[in-house]
């Protein structure tokens, strides 16, 4: 006989997963604010994908393409791919999920480094399977500990290229050795979420080596150059088997009409993610120059985005520099889920936001530690 006391239980391993918190986006008692805690793009969508938007909402009701198609020709065409290997999702996150639960089986493990996205333990969890930790080395990931986590089980390995919340990198020949010591069934996920932002001629997202292997994929997000991350929309470049299993679980209408008509559009504007990348490429240089020499460590970034060091000192902390910017209209993301307490993470913002940051980051150092 049922007992009165029993209720719906989750699977434990869901209960032991921390919810994903997401950057703040205000300050109470503060009508505007510069919201610098999710790496958005300063520069907001190409006005074209906004009108592209605009004009799907005259067809609400109907369903939209559940394959994406128009979309996935479009990103095929930019990055000269095939469009039968690409898959397109709600956001990246959606991708990350779809491919723990495809390919984690209850117990296997899936790799990450140490400061790598938080969603991959999440994703891990919640299919079954057990968050595998490799030690980073001057907060970037290490080929040699990742791959001397590797063991029987291991079934996943998520590497971010360039990482959040570090905005480090590895460079391709790097991501080529990581790739060379797995096994054959261990399947390395490339998020390249920051690709665009990357001027380095060392680096690769990776599409060379998803087009020449059969146990990697690259997924890439149109949140951060495209400044269309509300719309969730993220896409996988990977070989065709992984592409027809994630076609067996994901929602038949993942990604809505609006976002692939803006989707497209947005690829197709090439001037505005080159205006976006250029805008980055001003402004993150003068960010860490300026920055680091308040005294406040600057994490070398190749992203949209830079990791601050703030010392131990009463005063001075992470948390007391988060306060003393969120009450000036300026807010950051604290990475302490990282492990990274004496840290924040600062996108790069519009030229306002930037300068107004250094400004009061040299209010907050020059003066007595601040404690309010
Ligand atoms: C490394 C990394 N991957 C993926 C994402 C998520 O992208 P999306 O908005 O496409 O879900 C983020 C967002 O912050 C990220 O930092």
Redesign the pocket.
């Known amino acids: 006989m049922l007992t009165k006391t029993l209720r719906p239980q989750p699977r434990a391993e869901v209960m032991a997963i921390d919810a994903y918190v997401p950057g703040k986006s205000d300050v109470a008692g503060l009508a505007k604010v510069h919201k610098l805690s999710?790496?958005e793009s300063p520069l907001g969508p190409s006005p074209r994908a906004v009108e592209a938007f605009r004009a799907a909402g005259a067809d609400l009701a109907a369903y939209p393409d559940g394959s994406s198609r128009l979309l996935r020709e479009a990103i095929a065409r930019r990055y000269g791919l095939d469009v039968e290997q690409i898959i397109c999702?709600?956001?990246?996150?959606?991708?990350?999920a779809l491919l723990a639960h495809v390919y984690l089986s209850p117990g296997d493990e899936g790799l990450y480094s140490q400061y790598g996205?938080l969603?991959y333990p999440i994703c891990i969890r919640a299919a079954g399977g057990v968050p595998v930790i490799a030690d980073e080395t001057h907060e970037t990931a290490d080929v040699d500990a990742l791959l001397a986590k590797v063991s029987a089980r291991t079934k996943l390995v998520f590497l971010?290229n360039?990482?959040?919340?570090t905005g480090t990198y590895l460079p391709f020949a790097e991501v080529k050795r990581l790739h060379a010591g797995l096994p054959s069934d261990v399947l390395l996920v490339l998020?390249a979420?920051?690709a665009e932002y990357v001027s380095r001629n060392d680096y690769a997202a990776g599409i060379e080596l998803v087009a020449t292997s059969e146990n990697v994929v690259m997924?890439?997000?149109?949140?951060?150059i495209c400044g269309l991350?509300s719309l969730?929309?993220?896409w996988a470049y990977a070989p065709a088997a992984v592409i027809d299993a994630l076609n067996r679980v994901r929602a038949p209408f993942n990604v809505n009409g609006p976002a692939i008509a803006a989707g497209v559009a947005a690829i197709e504007d090439a001037g505005h993610v080159a205006t976006a990348a250029e805008h980055n490429a001003r402004w993150l240089p003068w960010l860490t120059e300026k920055i680091a020499a308040l005294g406040v460590g600057v994490t070398p970034s190749v992203a949209n985005f830079v990791l601050l060091h703030f010392p131990r000192q009463a005063g001075r902390t992470a948390a007391d520099a988060d306060r003393f910017l969120s009450a000036r209209g300026f807010v950051l993301r604290g990475v302490a889920a990282y492990g990274l307490r004496d840290c924040l993470r600062m996108s790069v913002g519009t030229e306002e936001a930037n300068q107004g940051v250094v400004a009061a980051l040299a209010e907050f150092m020059q003066d007595g530690p601040h404690d309010r």
Do not use: M
């Not at 999702?89 to 990350?96: I, K, V, W």
């Not at 997924?219 to 951060?224: A, E, G, H, N, V």
């Open positions: 999710s790496n999702a709600n956001g990246s996150d959606e991708l990350f996205f969603e971010a360039p990482n959040n919340p998020d979420a920051y997924t890439r997000t149109f949140s951060k991350a969730r929309l993220g």
